[in-house]
T-cell receptor
Framework: QKEVEQNSGPLSVPEGAIASLNCTYS??????FFWYRQYSGKSPELIMF????GDKEDGRFTAQLNKASQYVSLLIRDSQPSDSATYLC????????????FGAGTRLTVKP | ETGVTQSPTHLIKTRGQQVTLRCSSQ?????VSWYQQALGQGPQFIFQ???????GRGNFPPRFSGLQFPNYSSELNVNALELDDSALYLC????????????FGPGTRLLVL
């Protein structure tokens, strides 16, 4: 089992719809969770981070965390074509907070 | 655009050679992390430097080594290059203990022939 798993996609949604991106992790001791967006040919940029169970909202983005199920998700409301990118879930290991483990990413396409 | 810069942007080497990649961190950041990203994969943590010392290392062999300088800039050195070392190498700077401040540079794309 990979430490951080994501559906590779591609995930395609129409403009204006809600995009739902999912991530599971294996380390029960993990305390913090990060979502990065990576446009093709570019480097990752941080969108959201979440530490506590529940939802965290920032504009059109909502991160959801369920530590009991070892599951974190990212919802993008009112999806725009500019949201088309690969979304990476990242989880630092419990034994070394500097060692951040990334999933392989989910490629999202928002169609006009 | 972040304040993290990397050089060179692209590099072609042959198997067995050595390479040095450079990174300048964002102003105010004291920690630099290096990642390797193979095509179609997420970044893999190589190591992190803080106060000029290695402060955590991922599952990479000793031929991957690094330095951090007093101005917080950093180098990644890879010896005895292998074909599988072909990847995008990303540098990220942050404030120690605050992963939410991590910003990535544009990366160096290395091709090993």
């Amino acid at each position: 089992q990979k430490e951080v798993e994501q559906n590779s996609g591609p995930l395609s949604v129409p403009e204006g719809a809600i995009a739902s991106l999912n991530c599971t992790y294996s380390d029960r001791g993990s305390q913090s969770f990060f979502w990065y967006r990576q446009y093709s040919g570019k480097s990752p940029e941080l969108i959201m981070f979440i530490y506590s169970n529940g939802d965290k909202e920032d504009g059109r983005f909502t991160a959801q965390l369920n530590k009991a199920s070892q599951y974190v998700s990212l919802l993008i409301r009112d999806s725009q074509p500019s949201d088309s990118a690969t979304y990476l879930c990242a989880v630092p290991t419990w034994y070394n907070n500097n060692d951040m483990r990334f999933g392989a990413g989910t490629r999202l396409t928002v169609k006009p | 655009e972040t304040g993290v810069t990397q050089s060179p942007t692209h590099l072609i080497k042959t198997r067995g050679q050595q390479v040095t990649l450079r990174c300048s961190s964002q102003s105010g950041h004291n920690t630099v992390s290096w990642y390797q990203q193979a095509l179609g994969q997420g970044p893999q943590f190589i190591f992190q430097y803080y106060r000029e010392e290695e402060n955590g290392r991922g599952n990479f062999p000793p031929r991957f080594s690094g330095l951090q300088f007093p101005n917080y800039s950093s180098e990644l050195n890879v010896n005895a290059l292998e074909l599988d070392d072909s990847a995008l190498y990303l540098c990220a700077s942050s404030l120690r203990g605050h992963q939410e401040t991590q910003y990535f540079g544009p990366g160096t794309r290395l091709l090993v022939l």
